[in-house]
């Protein structure tokens, strides 16, 4: 299980784009499972929408692909570097999101070759889907500070 300060150490993101609270699982390099707590103190709520608050898919998308960022830079070989998206294929989204919601975040990389790769990520409330997609990524080099 990793929390939020391990996870600093993985991924570059910082507050307020952090978006992966905490790690469960973790196959370094195959798959992990993590958690996205939904608050209303999050700044996209106060515009999206005033009255009736729902997480922006984008949101629920970068989630997804952080974890999948934690997958690929927990292995030794690709620490500094940077995951980024090359494509999405087959989103769905298929519930709102709202604040109180806990996302439980799934990931699992399916193809992997140099620096480019793809994965399928799915987003949970309790046991329905929220999201769900196949994510392709490539790895750059980055400047990351821990």
Known sequence: MLDVV???KILPH??????????????????????KNVTMSEAHFQGHFP????????????????LGGIV????????????LFAGVDKLR????VVPGDQLRL??????????????????YVEDEVAAEGEFMFFLVQGNQEN
């Open 72 to 83: 690929l830079l927990s292995q030794e070989e690709q620490k500094g570097m940077i995951p």
């Open 6 to 8: 391990e996870i600093q």
């Open 14 to 35: 910082r507050y307020p784009f952090l978006l992966v609270d905490r790690v469960l699982d973790l196959e370094p390099g195959v798959r992990a499972v993590g958690i």
């Open 93 to 96: 989204f298929r519930r709102q």
């Open 106 to 123: 799934e990931v699992e990389l399916t193809k992997a070759r140099g620096k480019m790769g793809k994965g399928v990520g799915k987003a």
């Open 51 to 66: 009255g009736q608050p729902i997480m922006p898919g984008v949101l629920i998308v970068e989630a997804i692909a952080q």
